[in-house]
């Protein structure tokens, strides 16, 4: 029947489908890609063929401006990144855990949660000049609000058991919010940090799209402007691959670092 | 709330859907108490004190009135675009464009999700792009998306389109492949065939998961229309901003995030509103 | 998913479980054998009660029979013709899960109706018939979330009898409910079944209600499961409730059943 319900005896069979069918679907997309433009179903001034595109992408990872766009990049959606992890996950824990700290933050994240933060960038550049602070302090913003929401749910939903475990143990309150609150706050809070790294590169690129100063969003934006069509789908897509990258290394991280999470970020 | 949990067996599993934005449904004693305005008062009140501290930070000289005019400067300047009808038109350009590439997202997302939660084969074929698209800044597409579509709102919906179809997509598809066996049973027991189970039994049952997701994607299409706007474009909000940067003019920027963020506090709203009357048989929505 | 057609007769069709098994296998937990070897033939028109320890498969035989899941050896037999799968001929009912939540109560029924091929102007009536026939009345806008267990288990019956079955499967269907409603879901349940001819296959954990409701008792051994025992019950029908107790071959089949039953349990 192909539900999803059903158990299909013969594991072996089924083990190969497993690996079978995803290749399927990546050869499908490869293989339209590669010939709607050649049979000019789409125009290949638009959209070139996926050969076309993968050969460029090796030629722009030679280019070593590329790299020096990325290194900058890199450098300032780490900086970021951190602050935003090292503001928002406390203070989404004391949300969690307090009521003060609740209702005190509460209505700051609900009013500024409809504003798209990326669009705050120019205002940004206006207050502190086309820099690296207001990049910074566009990717901190973007990322901010679900690493403080995520956390904040993480705190707030501990079993109240463990707390009292850890009272009746006699553990003080730094020591609880050390030994029992951060640790079961981590699945929502790494989920939230994930989520933030896509958030957050998304905040990067759209900046420097904006800004074109320096940067892998800079270095694209050039190629479109100059309409070397070829060269913008191909550093879109090795963009596209960091992004995926970076998602995969943060889950191999964390599965390696907390086996004994159960289940998955 | 939207529980944040992996769907199963992927090499790399996308997150579900991002949590959602607190709101205050916490049942404190005094919020009981409140009645019809008192509640609303309740919910401007952090808009008031935003505004307050704002004006605070003006009058204080902390700001330069440039960079960040006082609230009342802003306000008439929104006035003077709407009485020349300028504000409309932008708000509306924007706007349309935000709901055709939501609805988009909503049905493509929901029809592939489906697919992909319930077919093995859809599933297998398909998930792991899925997954592989889910984490890229879809905003590094865009400039070829305007080299595809042109300058026009095409480009502008195709990366609303983006941003919003992904979340809906993966809430779809995990709340499809987990609907209790038993309720597909009972429908195979009274031998529905295939297709009407799934517009019947499937969606249905789907649906609280699917709304969340749509939520979410609500604030994609948002944030990729505006965006586009801002990036390269003629018209609309986005546009709006980009422009009056150009020119300097700090009042009209500050006005097209207001309405922006307007838009999307409404929409959320209306939202909210459609959800729980689409879910009044659900035990978990509140009302 | 074809079903062998409803013969025009009412006298009730043979049920045959031939050497029915159950092996789940799992790339992570390796097979594990749930039903070793089942062998049952229903008569038609019976009510058959099936009893086992936790684990037993008991649900999962069900499911074989209903043909939601497929078993792994063995088949299942309606008039000699092997099943292909669900069918209206082979009615469920699940405990209080299985109805529609998004659906009303009227909603939930007619659902069934639409596809057993009523017309749609008779749909409505035909539904309202049944959920008075279960005792229902006048919560038919309500949904799901605000009926109690005891009217949701109602529904759902009301719902597979609405089909007309000739097999009615039960699954535990009163399991969840208090020790009252039960009683008296139990005795609504003979009321209609005595009105019909209709096969009962009933799953349950409950010796007493078993022996109260059933032609035979069929007594499932420990996981992997066979049949260990079937037991006639040869008590006087219509079953009243305090006669039965009273009668003097209750104590005893009570006692054979449980003792069938708790050997499994302490052999383990």
Not at chain 3, 83 to 93: A, S, Y
Request: with cysteine; aromatic share 8%.
């Amino acid at each position: 029947m192909g539900d999803a319900v059903a158990a299909a005896p013969g594991t072996g069979r089924r083990d190969i489908g497993a690996v079978l069918w995803p290749l399927a679907g990546f050869a499908l997309i490869l293989l339209v890609w590669e010939t709607a433009p050649r049979l000019g179903l789409v125009r290949p001034t638009s959209i070139p063929p996926a050969s076309a595109v993968f050969g460029e992408m090796a030629v722009i990872l030679r280019d070593s401006d590329f790299w020096q766009q990325t290194a900058s990049s890199s450098g300032r959606w780490v900086i970021g990144f951190v602050i935003a992890i090292a503001i928002g996950v406390p203070i989404g824990i004391a949300m969690g855990r307090s009521r003060l700290a609740y209702h005190a933050i509460d209505p700051l994240l609900t009013v500024t949660y409809p504003t798209p933060k990326a669009a705050l960038i120019l205002i940004l550049v206006l207050m502190f000049g086309a820099g690296n602070v207001s990049r910074i302090t566009i990717i901190v913003l973007g990322c901010l609000i679900p690493i403080t929401v995520s956390a904040y749910h993480g705190a707030s939903g501990i079993e109240p058991k463990l707390l009292w475990s850890a009272q009746a143990m006699g553990l003080g309150k730094v020591r609880t919010l050390v030994r029992v609150v951060l640790p079961a706050s981590l699945p929502q809070v790494l989920s939230g940090l994930r989520i933030g790294i896509a958030i957050s590169v998304f905040a990067l690129i759209a900046s420097e799209l904006l800004i074109r100063q320096s940067g892998i969003g800079a270095y694209l934006f050039t190629f479109y402007d100059l309409g070397a069509t070829l060269k913008v789908w191909a550093t879109a897509s090795i963009i596209a691959i960091i992004g995926f990258l970076l998602d995969s290394a943060f889950v191999a991280l964390t599965r390696l670092s907390f086996r004994w999470l159960e289940g998955e970020v | 709330m939207a529980s944040v949990q992996a769907t199963p067996t992927a090499e790399v599993p996308p997150p579900q859907a991002p949590p959602s934005p607190i709101t205050p449904r916490r049942n404190t004693g005094p919020r009981k108490l409140l009645t019809g305005l008192g509640w609303i008062a309740i919910r401007l009140y952090p808009v008031v004190v935003i505004i307050g501290l704002w004006q605070a930070l003006v009058s204080l000289g902390l700001v330069s009135p440039f960079t960040m005019p006082a609230p009342a400067r802003v306000w008439d300047v929104a006035v003077a675009q709407l009485r020349d009808g300028t504000l409309q038109r932008t708000t509306w350009t924007t706007l349309s464009r935000i709901i055709v590439a939501w609805s988009l997202a909503v049905v493509v997302g929901v029809v592939v999700g489906i697919l992909i939660g319930r077919v093995q084969t859809f599933r297998r074929m398909f998930r792991p792009i899925v997954a592989f698209f889910f984490p890229t800044p879809k905003v590094a597409i865009y400039p070829a998306l305007v080299i595809l579509f042109g300058l026009g709102a095409a480009s502008k919906i195709a990366l609303g389109f983006a941003e919003a179809v992904f979340p809906i997509l993966l809430a779809t598809s995990a709340a499809a492949s987990q609907i209790d066996s038993r309720l597909l049973w009972t429908a195979d027991n009274f031998e529905t065939p295939r297709l009407r189970k799934m517009s019947t039994v499937v969606l249905p049952a789907a649906l609280p998961g699917v709304m969340t997701g749509a939520r979410i994607g609500l604030v994609g299409a948002i944030i990729g229309v505006f965006m586009g706007e801002l990036i390269v474009g003629s018209d609309g909000l986005g546009h709006t901003m980009a422009a009056a940067y150009r020119r300097l003019q700090t009042g009209d920027m500050y006005v097209a995030v207001a309405v922006v963020s307007l838009i999307g506090f409404t929409l959320d709203r209306l939202f909210l509103a459609a959800r729980r009357r689409l879910l009044r048989w659900s035990p978990e929505v509140d009302h | 998913m074809t079903t062998t057609p409803t013969s025009p007769t009412s006298v009730g069709l043979t049920l045959v479980a031939d050497g029915v098994g159950k092996t789940f296998t799992s790339s992570r937990r390796g097979s594990v054998t749930a039903i070793q070897s089942i062998d049952i033939a229903a008569q038609p028109g019976e009510f058959l009660s099936i009893v086992g320890p936790s684990g037993c498969g008991k649900s999962t035989f069900l499911y074989i029979v209903g043909g939601f899941v497929p078993a792994t050896s063995g088949q299942v037999r309606i008039d000699d013709k092997p099943i292909t799968g669900p069918g209206l001929q082979r009615g469920i009912v699940f405990q209080e899960f299985a109805l529609f939540p998004w659906k009303t109560v009227l909603g939930n029924v007619v659902f069934g109706l639409r596809q057993a091929g009523v017309p749609r102007s008779e749909r409505k009536a035909k539904a309202r018939e049944f959920l008075d026939l279960v005792n229902l009345d006048g919560i038919e806008t309500l949904y799901p979330k605000e009926l109690s267990g005891g009217m949701k288990q109602r529904v759902a019956i009301a719902r597979t009898l609405a089909t007309d079955p000739d097999i009615l499967l039960m699954d535990e269907p009163f399991g969840a409910l208090d020790a009252q409603t039960r009683a008296t879901l139990q005795t609504e349940l003979l009321d209609i079944w005595e009105r019909t001819d209709k096969t009962v296959l009933f799953v349950t954990h409950s010796v007493e209600e078993a022996i109260y409701l059933s032609d035979r008792v069929v007594v499932l051994s420990q996981r992997p499961s066979t049949v260990k025992e079937i037991i006639d019950i040869d008590l006087p029908r219509p079953r009243r409730r305090e006669a039965l107790l009273a009668h003097p071959d209750y104590p005893v089949l009570h006692r054979r059943i449980w003792a069938l039953l708790h050997d499994e349990v302490t052999d383990g």
